[in-house]
């Protein structure tokens, strides 16, 4: 996230009823989404691989889906290229938050756009045309087109760069997941699903070869200064004792909900940890992906069990917090910092690869 204030502040705000697709899609002159922030050129990847210590070279994992962060790259840079290394399929479908969602009064519905490519530091990154077959697979009542949410969203902007990096042919399905009740997950996610699955059939492809899931998800924002007015953000307190007790919460998220065999109690669980049961809307522990989170692998489990009948199995890549490991420097190369990174105020990152 460039903005943690701004996520957290939307996210302890409610919203509604979705405004109609035909008022939020762009002019067809107008097909291009520009990048608004992180990487915009190639030098400046190059950069921040060089500072990480990271070399790409070619490998032949098939990865299914992954779990990756969307922070600022001075504090996530090696949990991006950790989660992304092994997604080689051309066709890449990308589950993303919805943070400002309320503020077009979006809910329970996903929110699909009409964008031909995405800005990237290697050229456009094309949309593939899997984005208008799903949409035409889909139940209506299941999404809405809304180009004004995609362009203002930031958590699959994020991504892009190391995607199209390591493969400058590759294509994107961009969805973001607005406020939706676990009820919604379960339905919709089993309609993008079937939907997916049918296409595979069509186009004889297989699922990590020709079709990946990456799902976006930043992890428990913590601490008790600038988050937008909140006093709610670090119940085990600020000093070091209380980071760690949060860290340790984290984690026993990650290993029970996240890790291994994959299943629908494991996924219900996640959003028991995260949102409130009496309102979906409100919070419960502060992941900015605990809608992207659930939904993304409910569907990737989903397609796995149509294509192989059998769960996915995840796997623990790394954990790690703005304030629990050396820094780059990324505001020198044109890429602003505006959080802090302190017991105070931290961000929490996790990767996981499913299989």
């Given at each position: 996230m460039r903005s943690l204030l701004m996520i957290v502040s939307i996210a302890l705000i409610g919203f509604s009823c979705t405004p109609s697709a035909d008022s939020n899609s762009l002019p067809e002159d107008t097909k291009v989404r520009h990048a608004r922030g992180y990487a915009q050129?190639?030098?400046?990847?190059?950069?921040?691989?060089n500072r990480l210590g990271l070399k790409d070279s070619a490998n032949d994992l098939?990865?299914?889906?992954?779990i990756s962060p969307h922070d600022n790259y001075r504090f996530a840079g090696q949990l991006y290229y950790e989660s992304l290394r092994g997604i080689n399929a051309p066709n890449i479908i990308l589950i993303g938050v919805a943070h400002s969602a309320r503020n077009y009064e979006l809910q329970d519905k996903l929110v699909f756009g009409t964008f031909k490519e995405w800005e990237s530091p290697y050229g456009g990154i094309k949309v593939s045309a899997l984005n208008e077959e799903i949409m035409g697979k889909l139940p209506k009542e299941d999404f809405i087109v809304h180009d004004s949410m995609q362009i203002i969203e930031h958590s699959l902007e994020a991504i892009i760069p190391w995607l199209h990096k390591k493969n400058r042919a590759a294509e994107i399905v961009p969805i973001l997941v607005p406020y939706i009740s676990y009820a919604g997950i379960d339905s919709i996610s089993t309609h993008l699903a079937e939907a997916v699955q049918q296409i595979l059939k069509e186009k004889n492809w297989e699922y990590g070869k020709d079709v990946a899931i990456v799902i976006s998800n930043d992890a428990v924002h913590y601490g008790d200064l600038e988050w937008g007015g909140s006093t709610t953000m670090a119940p085990m307190g600020t000093d070091e004792a209380g980071t760690e007790k949060a860290r340790q919460k984290d984690l026993e998220i990650i290993n029970t909900?996240?890790?291994n065999e994959l299943t629908a109690d494991k996924i219900k669980l996640f959003t028991a940890y995260t949102v409130q049961q009496e309102d979906y809307k409100e919070y419960k522990w502060v992941w900015c992906g605990r809608y992207s989170v659930p939904f993304g692998l409910s569907f990737a489990n989903k397609l796995n069990e149509l294509e192989y009948n059998e769960e996915l199995t995840g796997t623990f890549l790394g954990y790690q917090t703005s304030i629990d490991h050396p820094l780059i420097e990324v505001e020198d190369i044109g890429m602003k910092v505006s959080a802090l990174s302190t017991n105070r105020h931290w961000v929490a990152y996790v990767s996981m690869v499913y299989q």
């Amino acid at each position: 996230m460039r903005s943690l204030l701004m996520i957290v502040s939307i996210a302890l705000i409610g919203f509604s009823c979705t405004p109609s697709a035909d008022s939020n899609s762009l002019p067809e002159d107008t097909k291009v989404r520009h990048a608004r922030g992180y990487a915009q050129h190639d030098w400046q990847m190059d950069s921040v691989y060089n500072r990480l210590g990271l070399k790409d070279s070619a490998n032949d994992l098939q990865w299914k889906a992954a779990i990756s962060p969307h922070d600022n790259y001075r504090f996530a840079g090696q949990l991006y290229y950790e989660s992304l290394r092994g997604i080689n399929a051309p066709n890449i479908i990308l589950i993303g938050v919805a943070h400002s969602a309320r503020n077009y009064e979006l809910q329970d519905k996903l929110v699909f756009g009409t964008f031909k490519e995405w800005e990237s530091p290697y050229g456009g990154i094309k949309v593939s045309a899997l984005n208008e077959e799903i949409m035409g697979k889909l139940p209506k009542e299941d999404f809405i087109v809304h180009d004004s949410m995609q362009i203002i969203e930031h958590s699959l902007e994020a991504i892009i760069p190391w995607l199209h990096k390591k493969n400058r042919a590759a294509e994107i399905v961009p969805i973001l997941v607005p406020y939706i009740s676990y009820a919604g997950i379960d339905s919709i996610s089993t309609h993008l699903a079937e939907a997916v699955q049918q296409i595979l059939k069509e186009k004889n492809w297989e699922y990590g070869k020709d079709v990946a899931i990456v799902i976006s998800n930043d992890a428990v924002h913590y601490g008790d200064l600038e988050w937008g007015g909140s006093t709610t953000m670090a119940p085990m307190g600020t000093d070091e004792a209380g980071t760690e007790k949060a860290r340790q919460k984290d984690l026993e998220i990650i290993n029970t909900c996240l890790t291994n065999e994959l299943t629908a109690d494991k996924i219900k669980l996640f959003t028991a940890y995260t949102v409130q049961q009496e309102d979906y809307k409100e919070y419960k522990w502060v992941w900015c992906g605990r809608y992207s989170v659930p939904f993304g692998l409910s569907f990737a489990n989903k397609l796995n069990e149509l294509e192989y009948n059998e769960e996915l199995t995840g796997t623990f890549l790394g954990y790690q917090t703005s304030i629990d490991h050396p820094l780059i420097e990324v505001e020198d190369i044109g890429m602003k910092v505006s959080a802090l990174s302190t017991n105070r105020h931290w961000v929490a990152y996790v990767s996981m690869v499913y299989q």
